[in-house]
């Protein structure tokens, strides 16, 4: 027996599925300017838009792994 989610979720994909490679890119610069704005909203007090990519970009370059290949640039 399906669920809802697995209904829900063949749903999305034949949505995506007809969707033409230039929709598909404006949806997904959409979907992170919705995430980004519910970000800033979500600090106390709410942030500016650029703080708050600048504050996303950082925690997303602390969680990465080192690159040897850049640091052996590097040094």
């Known amino acids: 027996m399906k669920s809802v989610a ?3 979720r063949e ?3 034949a949505e995506l599925a007809g ?3 230039a929709a598909r890119v404006t949806l997904a610069l959409a979907l992170g300017r919705r ?3 519910s970000f800033r909203l979500a600090q106390d007090p709410p942030l500016d838009p650029e703080e708050a990519a600048r504050r ?3 925690q997303r370059q602390a ?3 080192p690159s040897r290949a ?3 640039l590097i040094a």
């Open 6 to 8: 697995d209904a829900l």
């Open 11 to 13: 749903e999305g994909r």
């Open 19 to 21: 969707l033409t490679p």
């Open 35 to 37: 995430d980004l704005e």
């Open 56 to 58: 996303l970009e950082r």
């Open 63 to 65: 969680s990465r792994r």
């Open 70 to 72: 850049i640091a052996d």
